[in-house]
């Protein structure tokens, strides 16, 4: 009887993240509406603990459903797209008196269109990478660089170059750049030197997420986008080659 509860509470656990997620987003641009830019931006990054939770249990559980997938894009579509526009607008660094207040909204068109892509093209299998930047990792990017400056100078650092990062993020949203969906020190099973030097960074974040994650985020969507740039040099390479030989 107890284990027949427990089947039917399983199922809502995923949902229970989700709305964390939606939650948070919500809280984030109360936040960054009052003046409170520092905490919107955590409560941004603690939606996206809540999205990861989400997808993991979800698989775990085999609790996935269409109505799941499209809730979450729903939360995510809030707490990435909308709290960090709001955010930056709160730290006066857009304004609507100006063309740049466009930029974000880029940022948030594109991100719709990353969810909606993602919507359709959804499996319930788990993906070795996903296709495009996934709006989650873009806005915590642009969220931990805020609390990053704000901790080290007091002060937003550089503002000038939130239009290009927005502009490329928004990009790689949209495009077809391959980004690791498993980390290789989540996929790693024996204990050696280089599980021991992966998990450094991430042994960083976690006592002091103000420093370290901003710099993490930014090596993966750097990484990502090198490597798809090798593997693209590495098909023509490979087409050149059977051109020659035909």
Known sequence: ?????????VPIVPGIFTVGNMIAGFVSILHSASGKTVSGA????????????????????????????????FADFLTFGVAPGILLFSLDIYSLKKWGFLIPVLFLLAGAFRLAR???????????????????LAAVFVSSYIIFTEDIWGVIRFPHLFTPALILLSWLMISNVRYSARPKLLTIRKLGWRTIVLA??????????????????????IHGFIREIHWTALRSSKEDNNELQN
Do not use: C
């Open 1 to 9: 009887m107890v284990e027949g509860r427990v089947k039917k509470f």
């Open 118 to 136: 993602y919507n359709v093209t959804a499996t319930h299998q788990v993906k070795s990478d996903f296709q495009g930047l996934p709006i989650p």
């Open 42 to 73: 955590w409560l941004i990054i603690l939606g996206g603990v809540f999205d990861l939770l989400d997808g993991k249990i979800a698989r775990l559980t085999h609790s996935t459903s269409e109505i799941g997938v499209e809730l979450d894009s």
């Open 200 to 221: 450094i960074p991430v042994g960083a974040v976690l006592l002091k997420p103000r420093w370290f994650l901003f710099p993490l985020i930014g090596l993966y969507i």
